[in-house]
C-alpha cells in the first residue's frame, strides 16, 4: 500500500504507457497480485495503490477527501484475513510439587570434584546447568 507514482497504468484495463509503468505493472502481474483501488487518488491519477495476493483479502476500498493539507486522497478499506493465533501449548512445571528431598540425594551422589576438575569456568558452568536440568526433569512434575 503507498504512493507508487505510476499514473500512467490503467488498472481497469491492466494498460500502461510509459516503461517505468509497464514494468511495474508486469511485476504486479508476474506475482499474481490484485489491485484494488480503481479510482484517482491524486488528481486523475491512481497514485495511490492497495495490493493483495488474494481479491477477497481486501473490501469495501472508498477514496475519501484528503488528511490535512496532503494532496493525495485517503484510501479507506476492509482487510478480511484473520491472523492465525499461535496456539503453542506452554507445559510448565509444577515446582511446588517437586521432590526436592530426592533432588537434594541425587545431587549429593555426583563426585563434584572430580566432575569438575581441570574445566574452565565456561565447562563447569555447562555440566552444573546440564545437571540441574536433569534433576528438574526427573524431580518435578
Known amino acids: 500500500m503507498g504512493d507508487f507514482n ?3 497504468i490503467q488498472w481497469t484495463s491492466l494498460q500502461s504507457t ?7 505493472l508486469n511485476l504486479v502481474q508476474d506475482s499474481f ?12 491519477n491512481v497514485l495511490d495503490i492497495v ?14 477527501e484528503p488528511l490535512g493539507c496532503s494532496d493525495h486522497n485517503q484510501i479507506h478499506f476492509i482487510i478480511k484475513v484473520k491472523g492465525e493465533r499461535n496456539r503453542k501449548i506452554r507445559y510448565r512445571k509444577k515446582f511446588h510439587q517437586g521432590r526436592y ?3 537434594r540425594e541425587y545431587l549429593a551422589k555426583i563426585d563434584w570434584n572430580n566432575t569438575l576438575k581441570n574445566k574452565t569456568a565456561t565447562e563447569c558452568w555447562n555440566i552444573l ?6 534433576v528438574v526433569d526427573k524431580f518435578v512434575p
Open 6 to 8: 505510476h499514473g500512467h
Open 18 to 24: 510509459g516503461r517505468e509503468d509497464q514494468e511495474f
Open 33 to 44: 497480485l490484485s489491485q484494488h483501488v480503481l479510482e484517482a487518488t491524486r488528481g486523475e
Open 51 to 64: 495490493l493483495s495476493s488474494q481479491k477477497e483479502f481486501v473490501d469495501n476500498v472508498k477514496i475519501c
Open 101 to 103: 528431598k530426592d533432588m
Open 129 to 134: 546447568k546440564s545437571e540441574i536440568d536433569c
